[in-house]
């Protein structure tokens, strides 16, 4: 039975409120997992420990979203997706309380690492779920405003968490978010319908893929160097800028907002520059990345260079988030979704490991290591792509119809969103 035939009974208005549902969902997945960002100070001081090892709050969630992806959804493959969705935002709520009254840090750690693995776990099946819930002519648009989601939380969410510590203290923000992650559960079990999952992709499926698809090895090693200089120097932004610009809380908070909105202004650019040229979208985008982190060090040290910075690095991001998830759909058209859990996995691990690897530098070399860190790594990146073949051409018209199972990963059509 295709998913539209089992959701035809459904009345419109209610699939997508289920669509804004599973958007809210992706929300409080995303901006949890990044929180620590915008807290790594205070949190560092209050736990009485280093900043970098405040960072392996994101390391710890990363590791357990990027490693547990293909295995859960595998183990879970006849569990019915909203139950599923519902339990994962139940051990969300549940970890970020936790989190708020936590007497210790490593108690925190063993609390992020159980809500990594159903962070991962929701980016694996959330954006599929939403082009089941829709007719089938707007599957593509129900992905691209779930996806709208990461631009929301990076826009609103992360500054939002930095602003309400600064006026309480940082565990009244994973308290806030316990119970903003309770109202967005309570929301998936009142408008989602039942999804029943029929498609699961067995595992050993998904790790045999790149050693037939010597391109999507590639791909895949181009995220991995790309991830771990992006988040190995943006996850000490804010310890960054103290130190060299001296600015305070409300800078930060206002850096943050001007990043999220670029990155939001580069994806939407992006989405119609990769049909022209995906190669080209992707190297400018690295290009600038590399340009900003240049400028973060060399002009950063005060808040007009600062903010140009920050907006040449949002920008940048953007383009290169929306060029990455495109060449692995170019790269494995006919095996997207399991191409996708591939690209999902690695994503996740490298933003732990980046952030793992940006606190050593951080406590054994200095704050500022973590700039040239990731100039090294997305140059890296940028060497691999430029002296790689061009990408396979794949048929925008034929993407934009495409759908995948509720347990499968989450895809998109060809332009227009962005994804982890």
Not at 40 to 58: E, K, Q
Not at 262 to 267: H, P, T
Not at 354 to 367: I, K, N, R
């Given at each position: 039975?295709?998913?539209?035939?089992?959701?035809?009974?459904?009345?419109?208005?209610?699939?997508?409120?289920?669509?804004?549902?599973?958007?809210?969902?992706?929300?409080?997945?995303?901006?949890?997992?990044?929180?620590?960002?915008?807290?790594?100070?205070?949190?560092?001081?209050?736990?009485?420990?280093?900043?970098?090892?405040?960072?392996?709050?994101?390391?710890?969630?990363?590791?357990?979203?990027?490693?547990?992806?293909?295995?859960?959804?595998?183990?879970?493959?006849?569990?019915?997706?909203?139950?599923?969705?519902?339990?994962?935002?139940?051990?969300?709520?549940?970890?970020?309380?936790?989190?708020?009254?936590?007497?210790?840090?490593?108690?925190?750690?063993?609390?992020?690492?159980?809500?990594?693995?159903?962070?991962?776990?929701?980016?694996?099946?959330?954006?599929?779920?939403?082009?089941?819930?829709?007719?089938?002519?707007?599957?593509?648009?129900?992905?691209?405003?779930?996806?709208?989601?990461?631009?929301?939380?990076?826009?609103?969410?992360?500054?939002?968490?930095?602003?309400?510590?600064?006026?309480?203290?940082?565990?009244?923000?994973?308290?806030?978010?316990?119970?903003?992650?309770?109202?967005?559960?309570?929301?998936?079990?009142?408008?989602?319908?039942?999804?029943?999952?029929?498609?699961?992709?067995?595992?050993?499926?998904?790790?045999?893929?790149?050693?037939?698809?010597?391109q999507l090895r590639t791909v895949l090693l181009i995220v991995v160097f790309f991830v771990l200089g992006h988040f190995g120097a943006y996850t000490f932004v804010?310890?960054?800028?103290?130190?060299?610009?001296?600015?305070?809380?409300?800078?930060?908070?206002?850096?943050?907002?001007?990043?999220?909105?670029?990155?939001?202004?580069?994806?939407?650019?992006?989405?119609?520059?990769?049909?022209?040229?995906?190669?080209?979208?992707?190297?400018?985008?690295?290009?600038?990345?590399?340009?900003?982190?240049?400028?973060?060090?060399?002009?950063g040290d005060g808040k007009s260079g600062a903010v140009v910075a920050l907006v040449l690095w949002g920008l940048s991001f953007g383009a290169v988030q929306l060029?990455?998830?495109?060449?692995?759909?170019?790269?494995?058209?006919?095996?997207?979704?399991?191409?996708?859990?591939?690209?999902?996995?690695?994503?996740?691990?490298?933003?732990?490991?980046?952030?793992?690897?940006?606190?050593?530098?951080?406590?054994?070399?200095?704050?500022?290591?973590?700039?040239?860190?990731?100039?090294?790594?997305?140059?890296?990146?940028?060497?691999?792509?430029?002296?790689?073949?061009?990408?396979?051409?794949?048929?925008?018209?034929?993407?934009?119809?495409?759908?995948?199972?509720?347990?499968?990963?989450?895809?998109?059509?060809?332009?227009?969103?962005?994804?982890?």
């Open positions: 039975m295709s998913p539209q035939s089992k959701q035809s009974s459904n009345p419109a208005v209610k699939g997508w409120l289920g669509v804004a549902a599973i958007t809210a969902s992706l929300f409080v997945f995303l901006t949890t997992e990044l929180m620590p960002v915008g807290l790594l100070t205070p949190l560092s001081r209050s736990l009485d420990i280093s900043v970098g090892v405040a960072g392996l709050m994101v390391t710890a969630q990363g590791v357990a979203a990027g490693l547990g992806v293909p295995f859960i959804v595998a183990w879970t493959r006849r569990v019915d997706r909203r139950l599923l969705l519902s339990t994962l935002l139940a051990v969300l709520a549940l970890g970020n309380l936790i989190t708020s009254v936590s007497p210790n840090y490593p108690l925190i750690l063993a609390t992020r690492l159980c809500m990594g693995f159903a962070s991962g776990v929701f980016w694996a099946i959330g954006v599929s779920m939403a082009m089941w819930i829709v007719p089938e002519r707007h599957a593509s648009r129900a992905a691209a405003v779930v996806m709208s989601g990461i631009s929301i939380a990076t826009v609103v969410g992360i500054p939002l968490g930095t602003v309400i510590e600064a006026h309480t203290n940082w565990r009244t923000t994973f308290a806030l978010w316990a119970g903003l992650s309770l109202l967005v559960f309570l929301a998936v079990a009142a408008v989602i319908p039942s999804l029943p999952s029929e498609n699961a992709v067995p595992v050993r499926e998904v790790f045999g893929l790149p050693a037939t698809n010597g804010r310890p960054y800028l103290e130190d060299e610009a001296s600015v305070p809380a409300g800078f930060i908070t206002a850096v943050l907002i001007i990043f999220g909105v670029g990155g939001a202004i580069g994806n939407f650019v992006a989405g119609y520059t990769v049909n022209r040229s995906l190669r080209g979208t992707f190297v400018v985008g690295l290009v600038g990345i590399l340009t900003a982190l240049l400028l973060l060090r060399t002009v060029s990455q998830i495109n060449m692995t759909l170019a790269a494995a058209p006919e095996t997207f979704e399991a191409a996708m859990s591939l690209n999902t996995m690695a994503y996740n691990t490298c933003i732990a490991l980046g952030a793992l690897f940006g606190g050593l530098f951080v406590d054994h070399v200095g704050v500022t290591s973590v700039i040239w860190f990731g100039v090294v790594l997305a140059g890296a990146s940028l060497l691999l792509r430029l002296g790689t073949g061009r990408e396979k051409r794949t048929s925008t018209s034929a993407l934009s119809d495409l759908q995948v199972p509720a347990d499968g990963d989450g895809a998109q059509s060809a332009t227009g969103t962005s994804s982890r």
